[in-house]
């Protein structure tokens, strides 16, 4: 049940974009995406719903293709304060018992 | 607003002691969750309780028991402390449909 990212890693120039991956073998209720720095709670970023509803920062967009059981995070013109790791956090639809399991993570750094 | 407050920060514990670790929110809410976090293995969910008076089985339940003592309180505690058992363990609550707050950890130790 564990959703998959990718990538694994990702290294960036300052101004670059990113696109980090989860996917699902089962059919997906929600999506959470939360960033986490060294040392620290993991912080929320994005949450998307089945059936189009989206909630989160507004420098943060993402996409979650219901058929496929993907979500996307886009990270554009990232920053430096981007860097740390990515989780997603999956709710099967088959369950919407909220039991929210996450991936293993992506971790982005960004260099100057 | 204290959001999510867990205690304690950090434990070193001797194989086979127990202890509790404790959780409380004060935003009512109705789903609480224990996480483990190891490195390169993400965020592992322990137990979690999806209202009061209920909890169930995450990813990685053994070596551990849970109670969700009222709506507040979700406490989670291991018996017999192993090695394996020494990780950051994260708390978090949320409504339905909603972000997950999280605690700020406990660093354990089992020596």
């Known amino acids: 049940q564990q959703p998959v990212q990718s990538p694994q890693a990702v290294i960036l120039r300052e101004g670059e974009d990113a696109v980090i991956n989860c996917s699902s073998s089962k059919a997906l209720y929600s999506v959470h995406w939360y960033r986490q720095k060294h040392g620290e709670a993991p912080v929320f970023l994005m949450i998307l719903l089945k059936g189009g509803e989206q909630k989160g920062h507004e420098k943060i967009s993402a996409s979650f293709n219901e058929k496929k059981q993907q979500s996307s995070l886009y990270l554009t013109a990232s920053q430096l304060s981007y860097s740390g790791t990515y989780f997603c956090g999956t709710e099967l639809d088959m369950n919407r018992d909220d039991k929210i399991i996450f991936g293993k993570g992506t971790r982005l750094h960004i260099l100057p | 607003n204290a959001g999510v407050t867990q205690t304690p920060k950090f434990q070193v514990l001797k194989t086979g002691q127990s202890m509790t670790l404790q959780c409380a929110q004060d935003m009512n809410h109705n789903s609480m969750y224990w996480y483990r976090q190891d490195p390169g293995m993400g965020l592992r969910l322990i137990y979690y309780?999806?209202?009061?008076?209920?909890?169930d089985k995450g990813e990685v339940p053994n070596g551990y028991n849970v109670s969700r003592l009222n709506k507040r309180e979700f406490s989670l505690r291991l018996e017999s402390a192993a090695p394996s058992q020494t990780s950051v363990y994260f708390c978090?609550?949320?409504?339905?449909?909603?972000?997950?707050?999280f605690g700020s950890g406990t660093q354990l130790s089992v020596l």
């Open positions: 978090a609550s949320r409504n339905r449909e909603e972000k997950l707050f």
């Open positions: 309780s999806a209202s009061e008076g209920t909890t």
